[in-house]
T-cell receptor, first 119, second 115 residues
Framework: AQTVTQSQPEMSVQEAETVTLSCTYD???????LFWYKQPPSRQMILVIR??????QNATENRFSVNFQKAAKSFSLKISDSQLGDAAMYFC????????????????FGKGTHLIIQP | DGGITQSPKYLFRKEGQNVTLSCEQN?????MYWYRQDPGQGLRLIYY???????QKGDIAEGYSVSREKKESFPLTVTSAQKNPTAFYLC??????????????FGDGTRLSIL
């Protein structure tokens, strides 16, 4: 079974600064997908970014980018120019791919990192 | 607008009572999922369904049941066998052909508490 570990229960950053959230995962599979989801106080889960394991290029979505280190099984999220609206819980998640024989089931989540933005 | 609707937003259960959480989607997604979220925890998978009339147990299915009679609907019943049902429940769907890693879209959740 796969596991996802987020070692930072809480992080704080000044508005307009850059912050990096850590995520490591354990798997024996070669085909998989990784995600970062944001959960603001409204509790809705919002997709931030998606990474395909077979792609070397790190995914980027506006101010959000990842540092995907497949050999190290690391998938960190960098938020640039932090804004007050970025304050939320951030969850890292894993999903098996088709060529790993899986993917029909759901996501495996880490326990989350609470991000605080200081004005 | 397309999306996932969960109801009710808040639900209270008495001892020995079964309660049903509703999840409806109009995204034409084949796959649907139920997750449970406890304080300080990530989401854990309860049940999932890839097609109508078929569903599979997730990691924490004990004390829960589901049905999938229509593509749009995937209700979750929390039975009296679930001894610690207080949690936040999230329903999700995805267009996923299995294994292609499409993102899951989530509803707004239902908070279930014990009376």
């Amino acid at each position: 079974a796969q596991t996802v570990t987020q070692s930072q229960p809480e992080m704080s950053v000044q508005e307009a600064e850059t912050v990096t959230l850590s995520c490591t995962y354990d798997t024996s599979e070669s085909d998989y997908y990784l995600f970062w989801y944001k959960q603001p106080p409204s509790r809705q889960m919002i997709l931030v970014i998606r990474q395909e394991a077979y792609k070397q290029q790190n995914a980027t979505e506006n101010r959000f980018s990842v540092n995907f280190q497949k050999a190290a099984k690391s998938f960190s999220l960098k938020i640039s120019d932090s804004q007050l609206g970025d304050a939320a819980m951030y969850f890292c998640a894993y999903r098996s791919g088709m060529y790993s024989g899986g993917g029909a089931d759901g996501l495996t989540f880490g326990k989350g990192t609470h991000l605080i933005i200081q004005p | 607008d397309g999306g996932i609707t969960q109801s009710p937003k808040y639900l209270f259960r008495k001892e020995g009572q079964n309660v049903t959480l509703s999840c409806e989607q109009n995204l034409n997604h084949d796959a649907m999922y139920w997750y449970r979220q406890d304080p300080g925890q990530g989401l854990r998978l309860i049940y999932y369904s890839q097609i109508v009339n078929d569903f599979q147990k997730g990691d924490i299915a004990e004390g829960y049941s589901v049905s999938r009679e229509k593509k749009e609907s995937f209700p979750l019943t929390v039975t009296s066998a679930q001894k610690n049902p207080t949690a936040f429940y999230l329903c999700a769907s995805s267009i996923d052909p299995p294994g292609q890693g499409q993102p899951q879209h989530f509803g707004d959740g239902t908070r279930l508490s014990i009376l």
